[in-house]
C-alpha cells in the first residue's frame, strides 16, 4: 500500500474517545503492532504540587487544532517511514478524574519499527503545539493551566 | 483599512471579558502594533500579552508580520492540551 493511502485520523471531540472504533480504522491488512498513548484526567495528583482535581474543563481552537494535528501526524510520518495508521484526537468540554482526554495512536508492521516512540513524539509535540487548554477545577477553587511552549517560525 | 477577526482563548479571554472583536485596522499593521492596540483597549490584558501566542489565519506568527487583509487572528497563552 502507498503511504498516501495509510489512515491518518485527526480530531477534537466533545465525544467519548472509543479505542476499538479508532484501532480498527487504523489497523490494515500489514498492521502486526499498535503503540496507543492515552491521557486521563487525574484525580490526585502527588508529585510536585499535591493536590486534588474535581474536573477539568477543555476548549479549543477547533480548526486551527486539527491542522496542528495533521501537522504532527505529517511530522511523525517523515520521522518514522514504518508507521502505517496515525490516529490523535483530544476530547475537550468538562472531563472528570479517570476519564481519557487525548489518544495518541500509531500503527505499523512490527513492534520494533520506531512506533512506541512515534505514539510518544505525538503526544509530546501536541502538548507543544495544538491549541487546546485546560482549567482546573478543585475542592478550592479554579485555575487555568498553562503551558512553556513557545512555538517557532514556521511550526 | 483592513478589516480583521480577532479571537481570545483561555485565560486571555476571560480578561478581555469577550470571545473575539472585529476591529479595522490600518492596512500594513504589523502584529507587535495590533498588540499594542489591543492592551490600549483593553488595560487587563497588557500583562498577559508579553507572553501570548498570536496566530494569523491559523498559523503561529510572530510580532514583525504584517497583518493580510480579512485575517483571522488568535491570542491565546502557551497551549496546555493532553
Known sequence: MQPSNFPTIYSITESEIDLNDLLAKITLPSTGAAAIFTGMVRGVTSRDDPHETVYLEYESYVPMAEAKMKQVADEIREKWSSVEGIAIVQRIGKLYPKTPTVLIACTAAHRDTGVFEAARYGIDRLKEIVPVWKKEVGPNGEEWIEGDYFPKAGE | ?82
Open chain 2, 1 to 82: 483599512m483592513n478589516k480583521i477577526k480577532v479571537l481570545f482563548f483561555a485565560t486571555i479571554r476571560d480578561k478581555a471579558g469577550t470571545k473575539s472583536v472585529e476591529l479595522n485596522i490600518p492596512n500594513e499593521m504589523t502584529v507587535q502594533a495590533l498588540k499594542e492596540k489591543l492592551a490600549n483597549e483593553y488595560p487587563n490584558l497588557k500583562d498577559s500579552l508579553k507572553a501570548v501566542l498570536v496566530s494569523v489565519n491559523q498559523e503561529y506568527s510572530f510580532d514583525d508580520a504584517v497583518i493580510p487583509f480579512n485575517a483571522e487572528i488568535a491570542l491565546f497563552p502557551p497551549v496546555s492540551g493532553g
